[in-house]
């Protein structure tokens, strides 16, 4: 494993090197165009990774490498403002053991995603994002945070659809996974949002589920029928009959467990 820091002209600030487990203390503070990288001797296998100690470590599974370009300015409005702060950073990752892999867990849930990862799963994509801003991101509804009564900045940060009843949001696994439940977390900031009173989630086996909703800031669960897919999109998306033209999505969750 190969765990390292470059700058923006792609020379090497700080690496560090394990087996299974590495950990990499960089004593600097960061500056725009920085990058985070992380390199598996075994591609298709599955991490933990902690890219910044302010953040939780995700299980994630890397088909090619991590990497995440350190956010700046504007960028970093959705992330907690003592994440890649200050002049000491302590990352980590290590290999998962084999059975935190048997078990259910939220496959959805992967804080560090990015516009531009292809290299790690889960990862979220979204036709639409309200204007472009980073609060408003297709990955905010993967990242773990359901603060839901704002908008905005984090920890209000959602994905956002710029009031386009064709939005749809885009959720890639990487790998075939079995999958049994979902659960929405609606933006409740009313009366500024509005709320979808149904949304259909279709599987890549192209099956589908239809899920009626409630106005409600508490996550919505719902038991489907188990499924093997590779991913999935949250579409067809039915505004409800009131005066606010902004829903939006908090989190989406996605239960189920690993292939045997």
């Not at 923006?8 to 960061?30: D, R």
């Not at 209000?156 to 659960?183: M, T």
Request: proline share 6%.
């Amino acid at each position: 494993m190969i765990l390292k820091i470059t700058g923006e002209n792609g020379i090497e600030k700080a690496c560090a090197t394990g087996s299974s487990q590495v950990s990499l203390l960089y004593s600097a503070a960061y500056q725009p165009g920085d990058r985070i990288t992380l390199k598996l001797d075994a591609p298709g296998s599955f991490c933990w990774v902690q890219l910044d100690d302010a953040m939780p470590p995700a299980l994630v599974y890397v088909k090619d490498s991590v990497s995440l370009q350190v956010p700046f300015g504007e960028g970093k409005t959705s992330y907690s403002p003592k994440s890649f702060a200050g002049d000491k950073h302590l990352l980590r990752a290590w290999l998962t053991e084999k059975d935190e892999l048997s078990g259910p867990r939220n496959l959805a849930f992967n804080p560090y995603d990015s516009h531009e990862n292809t290299g790690f799963y889960p990862h979220a994509s979204a036709n639409v994002e309200t204007r472009g801003e980073a609060v408003f991101a297709a990955r905010n509804a993967i990242d773990g945070v359901f603060e839901n009564s704002s908008h905005g900045e984090w920890p209000y940060e959602s994905w956002g659809i710029n009031r386009d009843p064709n939005a749809a949001l885009s959720l890639d696994f990487g790998r075939e996974v079995l999958v049994n439940a979902v659960a929405l977390t609606l933006r409740a900031d009313f009366p500024h949002d509005s709320w979808w009173a149904q949304a259909t989630v279709r599987f890549s086996d192209s099956s589908e589920e239809i899920l009626k909703l409630e106005k409600t800031p508490l996550p919505q669960r719902f038991a489907i029928a188990e499924r093997t897919v590779t991913g999935l999109v949250l579409e067809k998306l039915i505004k409800a009959e009131d005066d606010s033209p902004f829903p939006a999505l908090t989190q989406i969750e996605v239960f189920g467990k690993e292939i045997d």
